[in-house]
């Protein structure tokens, strides 16, 4: 079936209107019409080709949330009407010990939202900037937040696990001293998750005027990372860190916050690399640096679980489509507060 979607041609084209191909749903499909799709900073480099191997025509969008229209006839755990998301994994190869361990954001042969190799048409996936989408029902996740809230769950499919993976990993709860270094898509949604968990959590921003603003997302302190002093006052202080900054920058200055055997992890993409941090920062005090990508689908459910019991969502603003290439040249401009989100009704219209 042909459905409406917003997509580029080519990485130096804008988004415009398009039309694409789903499959009609299998056994064991979910068909489901999209009723929002976040923007994240991933959609922008790929579809740009400032990642490499992208197949155009490109629809991006993995932040899905929607209604169940349809089903095959051995789907058992949902059913038309039912509110559901999909994130960035739409299939695995489901036999490796990644898959096995339900960690298939880890599987060597995971399909992702958009971009990935598929038997459908024309080849490759397209992702949620369109109508409707047809995945398998076991990397379809229930949604339990009210209806109203649906927009602002969205973002949740990508910067909320990004950020509750790691925090859960590493152990993020009560007594516990948590870093959130950056204030965007993401540290937005670290903060709020570290505070739900029960941690001290501390805020890291290169600027003055986002202190505040923290303050209101759940961090009980702020810094201020270009002052020195602020930054000296929390040495060695630190049970684990969460890097959420997508530009390179020195890593060192945070590493000598971390505890022995404190941890940070790096979930930030940027495009070049970051310096190289000083061994000796790791070494003399068994420091790790590590990394960490989305989360598997049942940790997924976990997640959304978690913030529906304590009432968490995204802070977004809701864009129509014909909005999609200026949203993106806001968010390259750190100009939104702190998740775009498309309303999908208005593909139509675009």
């Not at 229930?142 to 109203?148: G, V």
């Not at 971390?258 to 003399?284: E, W, Y």
Request: with cysteine; glycine share 10%.
């Amino acid at each position: 079936m042909l459905v409406h979607a917003y997509g580029a041609h080519a990485g130096d084209q804008p988004l415009e209107s398009l039309q694409i191909e789903r499959r009609a749903p299998g056994a064991h499909d979910v068909q489901i019409r999209i009723a929002y799709c976040g923007i994240c900073h991933s959609d922008l480099h790929q579809v740009r080709a400032e990642w490499a191997g992208t197949q155009f025509p490109c629809v991006p969008g993995h932040e899905i949330v929607g209604e169940v229209v349809a089903v095959g006839e051995h789907v058992k755990n949902f059913k038309a009407g039912d509110l559901v998301g999909i994130g960035c994994i739409v299939d695995s190869c489901r036999h490796c010990d990644e898959c096995a361990d339900g960690l298939e954001n880890y599987c060597d042969h995971m399909v992702g939202t958009y971009n990935s190799k598929t038997d459908d048409k024309p080849g490759w996936t397209m992702g949620g900037y369109s109508e409707q989408i047809v995945v398998n029902e076991r990397y379809v996740l229930r949604i339990q937040h009210p209806k109203e809230q649906l927009a602002a769950v969205a973002p949740l499919l990508c910067a909320g696990i990004t950020t509750y993976s790691p925090l859960r990993h590493w152990g993020a709860g009560p007594g516990k001293k948590i870093g959130i270094v950056g204030i965007g898509g993401l540290g937005h949604m670290g903060i709020k998750l570290a505070h739900a968990m029960g941690a001290h959590v501390v805020a890291f921003t290169t600027s003055e005027s986002k202190r505040m603003a923290a303050k209101e997302l759940g961090a009980d302190e702020v810094v201020v990372s270009r002052n020195q002093a602020e930054m000296a006052a929390h040495a060695q202080s630190f049970d684990f860190i969460l890097n959420t900054v997508a530009a390179p920058h020195d890593l060192d200055a945070f590493l000598q916050l971390l505890k022995r055997d404190g941890t940070m992890s790096l979930v930030g993409a940027p495009a070049t690399p970051h310096p190289s941090p000083q061994v000796f920062n790791l070494i003399m005090k068994r420091r790790s640096l590590a990394g960490s990508l989305i989360g598997g689908i049942p940790e997924t459910q976990e997640m959304l679980d978690f913030c529906a019991k304590h009432g968490i969502t995204a802070d977004i603003e809701l864009v129509r489509a014909d909005q999609i290439n200026d949203s993106y040249e806001r968010m390259l401009k750190g100009d939104v507060k702190y998740r775009f989100v498309i309303d999908n009704a208005s593909l139509n219209a675009a």
